[in-house]
Nanobody
Framework: QVHLVESGGGLVQPGGSLRLSCAAS????????MTWYRQAPGKERELVAK???????DYADSVKGRFTISRDNDKNTVYLQMNSLNPEDTAVYYC????????????WGQGTQVTVSS
């Protein structure tokens, strides 16, 4: 059974930083595009950042210049470095894996809470 386990969430003050990690197991990590989504209370889940299997990245406009997504295929892990956090970034952050060819083969993590508050 595939597992995606997020970590690194928590409470941070405005202007602070956090680094989220998503460790994947029981899949061929290099064959998956990895995406971070987030969902704030009362809002729909939205894409935050994506990294393809060959390392290309894409970001939501709201996080460009503040967040950086990266992946380590040797460690089967994707990261989200979040800087200059503001209260609007408060949400549950989810890791999502999608096979690059078999797009119906996809998996979600359980989510990690990020709260930005003074």
């Amino acid at each position: 059974q595939v597992h995606l386990v997020e970590s690194g969430g928590g409470l941070v003050q405005p202007g602070g930083s956090l680094r989220l990690s998503c460790a994947a197991s029981r899949l061929v990590f290099s064959l998956y595009a990895m995406t971070w989504y987030r969902q704030a209370p009362g809002k729909e889940r939205e894409l935050v950042a994506k990294v393809t299997s060959n390392g290309n990245t894409d970001y939501a406009d709201s996080v460009k210049g503040r967040f950086t997504i990266s992946r380590d295929n040797d460690k089967n892990t994707v990261y989200l470095q979040m800087n200059s956090l503001n209260p609007e970034d408060t949400a549950v952050y989810y890791c999502y894996a999608q096979h690059i060819l078999l797009v119906q083969l996809d998996f979600w993590g359980q989510g990690t809470q990020v709260t930005v508050s003074s």
